[in-house]
């Protein structure tokens, strides 16, 4: 890794996800120089974790595999993962940014045959399963994975494990005295495209999600239902394994909450209809989901999404905010609460819950360049710089609580901004 | 132009050499692949591999390889020769990572491996290293149609990156819809009030703009040409047209708003009720004091009617959200609470959509003391000197009445979007087929074009769902069906301000490179920055339309002979033509019917009594690929006696690949396609569908060959399929040993 090829004419795009891999794609598709950083092993973000897609019930992977093809054939861009941003200096059109990659131990020799797998006994929580499974130390993230090279977790570094990898891998691919290195490269522009996390549910005290195994998020919901996730699809209770088979669903679970996030995340209310599919896709008539709302936000032309959830006879929706969740002996859930629709009380029992959990900017918590404006949830919503000076643009659900539709809009909108900044740079240099 | 000198390598790493052999590989590139250069290597991919293959380019003048290792997806930086064609013979995911091993599978796995190879080696002879379309032009700039919020920030963005913008609207103003407004959603922290439109700024910032021409009072009265060239006369309310010229062009002609004349029964048409433009009218003239009515009174109690005429399941109004208009009643509830806190304001709602920090706006009329009533209005009628609201309120489940000085319908956005181009392609064929009705009302239908195209499938983009001019896929917003043209704003999807800004910056951009782009004779997406483009051989062309009529983005024309006319900076490389080509003229330099069709004759046809069946497979290489791949990656185990060739669609496959397919003995073909329909998942529009109906027609044929029709079938398969996919094949080739051997073996 040299810092050598960037310079004040290279946008970097910080995130690899879905917006992060938009933007840098669209710049480097006008000719622009991209480098585009990920702190995961993997480009694809959160929406590659995702089963399907509202409204349509695609699959994420589809446009991955368009845009990792894009970026295989496209040399402007250069795709730097298990990488932070630790640091940005200077101005428009001359950031120096300080970044920090971490060791993989696996260099590019990997041909991802999976033989150092098959060496290491150790396992680790595999965070591409929202830690709902576990996976050897050494591991490819997942089947979509960019570049299709294998991590070695740290935690066995120094161990046998580790030296059974290197032993079992014949392309001298593993590399255990891999160091971690902090370089700085040279940008024109910024993308900030750093997307967003689930709202940590445990928080949301009455919902018991750190008590109760039944209790689950819309994330580790997604994952029940992939093919290819912890129970190859199978919409299984933590608790005990046994199929779920009424479910309930919690909107606004943190959203829309002056006491936990005070926004709206926009994408909750279609991700649960869309997870009621889910549930229709498993059991057919053989089960039941309950909607607990406040109000059903499905904008525009999604409208009939929700329509034809409505006339799924095993679908019900209460409107009401649930006050509470007891667990029973069976470890079947009570929702309490009182539907607003004629204010009747009532006390439900589902034998899974699945909180809609809100969109936390993944802003929180990492330091981020001054310049960068945020909103008081935490969204980057501009610049402190006036306008014509500023060079950083927040993009996808950084910016906003958006889905994958919006959040590419606006990660290529910020593709265009930043472009624009190199464009007056080279111009003023004399370059273009 | 070099001598083709071909060269194969074959890999025998990550176990291929163990489970393969690997000598006998290289003999087959010998002596059948006819490759003149053959090498094998224990790490292909590694630097030392790489750069064995990197100097056979330079030293030995290679210009075509064919490489033998793992699948053409994995390993893409290090087998990365831009200079050369380039062929993948997969064997590592395609064979010794999908076959089971030990008894008779070693046999059969040796026989696909070996037929991999030569399939490589049969496509390389027939294909060329693509050298980019030669028919392309220089133009950059842009063409912006509607001079809204929408098309001014599209313009402005992209002159801001250096790009000339020429701006279309047809009304002697910028501003459109924003222009009426006396303020805006507030798109700021801390959302809490409204805030200037910004649009008078904006459009000083537009009209001055050094690169930006501004054409007022002007429609577009014919747009021919393509992403590159496209030539356009401008209309003038004189009566002048004016001719111009751009690269690409993006549609931002934005909604009207439901005729509020259409809802009798929420008092559309009343005195004091109106719509949200009406109130914007009346606000405009309070000029920041009390709002008053029509007749000069002052309103001193307001109730808006959410989804008046939209989220309409009974068919008669709209049926979807304008997702805007719940943000636009508490603006405009504010207009009054600003003014005069007293005035009392209702707002009846089903559900109050205004997503992400919308929800702060919210709060904030909620602190100003504007009322929110969940409830659905029956009727509006008048009662004294103001309304009477007659509602449903849902939370106390009863029948409820307001009356108000003044009732705001929040009626939804319907799109400018011009032609629907299905009924214009139904009317062309009615027309051609000599009815004057329908050319009557093709010339009626032009009347309402925006970009009064030239284009053989109609004068407009077409559109999707509820008239709305929009991509179909989420991954990809701005895909629309027309090569260089992007649409943005509300045209687009309903969308407010703030969104409509974002969509415009973001079209711009894709215009800006749909231009640039063209200039290098490369593809736009999905297959961006292809240098391949259809080369017909018009000789041989019969005219029968097949391909003009099929293309899924209206790339070709047709001439005053019927000859197609390839605008192939239009083409977004699918081959959907390719496919159609009775006559088999048309193919791409790396992708065409020969490379594919000697693929399909390459392999070895055991015979009847061999209890060893061969089916080929013409898998999609987006999504049908990556699944047999992964399946690949997940050692899910499938039959060893399918042949697998990707194709850029299943729209691509000619038939002929099938005939002789099944006349050289294989024993059945599987079409792999995306799904079809409505919520169709194919990125080139229609291509498994094309297949299914051209697979329809060969049943015939088949029973003229003594075949079963079984014998070609078509399967759906997603990306995330890799079980299921191999499930498939199974089952697939259980059938075909089911039905026993083609009548057709050993006729060869």
Redesign the interface.
Known sequence: MTASIATSQTILVVGGGISGMTAALEAAECGKQVILVERNATLGGRTALLYRYFPKMCHPTCGMEINLRRIKANRNVRVMTMTEVLDVKGLRGDYTVKLKLSPRYVNSNCTACGECAKAVDAEIDNPYEYNLAKTRAAYLPHNMAYPMHYVLDPSIIGTQDADKAKAACKYDAIELDMQEEVVEIKAGAIVWATGWKPYDAAKIQPYGYDRFANVITSVEFERLANPHGPTGGKLLRPSDGKEAKNIAFIQCAGSRDENHLRHCSRICCMASLKQTHYVREAYGDSAKSTIYYIDIRVIDRLEDFYLQVQQDPTVGFIKSKVAKIVEDKESNLVLHGVDTEGYHRYATTHDLVVLAVGMEPETNGIKLPDDILLDSSGFIEGSNLPAGIEGIYGAGAASSPLDVNRSVQSATAAALRAIQVVHKTSTVEGVR | MAEMKTAAYICS???LGDKLDVPQLAKIAQKEGKMALVREHD?L??AEGVQMIRDDIEKEAVTHICIAA?SRR?????FNFPTVAMTRANLREGVIWVVSEGGDHDEVRQEMADDYVRMGCAELKKAKMPEGNPNHTHLKNLMVVGGGISGMTAAF?AA???YEVILVEKQAQLGGWADKLWKRVPF????AEPQDTGVAELAAKVSSHPLIKVYLNTTVAETSGAPGRFAIKLAQESGAITEVSAGAIVQATGFTTYDINKLPELGGGLENVVDHAGLEVLAKAANGGAIKRADGREIKSVVFLQCAGQ?D?TGRHL?????HCCATSIKQAMYFKDANPEVNTVVVYD??????????FYRSAQHKGVIFA?GNASKVETAGNGCRVNYRD????ADSILEADLVVLATGQVPSSGVNVVEWDKLTKEADGGSVEAKQQKSELKNISILNLTYRQGPDVPKL??G?A?SH??????ETQRTGIYTAGPVR???DIL?AT??A??A???A??AA??ASLGRAA??R??DLSYPIVRLEGCTQCKRCTVECPFGAIDEDEKRFPVFNEQRCRRCGTCMGACPVRVISFENYSVDTVGNQIKSIEIPDEFSEKPRILVLACE??AY?ALD?AG??RIVYSAFVRIIPVRCLGSVNTIWITDALNSGYDGVMMMG??KGD?Y?C?FVKGSELAGYRMSKIGDTLTGMGLEPERVSTFEV???D??KVAGFINDYVAQLVEMGPSPMKGFN
């Open positions: 790493g990550c176990g790490f991919c590694n793992c994995a390993k893409t930086e290090a963005e801001e990156t250096g700021k922290a801390p959302y989220r399941d049926p979807y959200c304008s997702g559900d109050l959509r205004v997503p992400g920090m919308g929800e702060d969940k849902l939370i106390l489940d769902k509820y709305f929009d896929f989420i991954c990809f917003p701005y999807r309903p969308m969104q974002e969509d910056t973001g711009a951009l894709k800006i490179q640039e782009n997406h999905p961006a920055g987006n999504d990556p992964m990656l997940s995306c799904k919520e998942q990125h997603a990306i995330t890799n079980a």
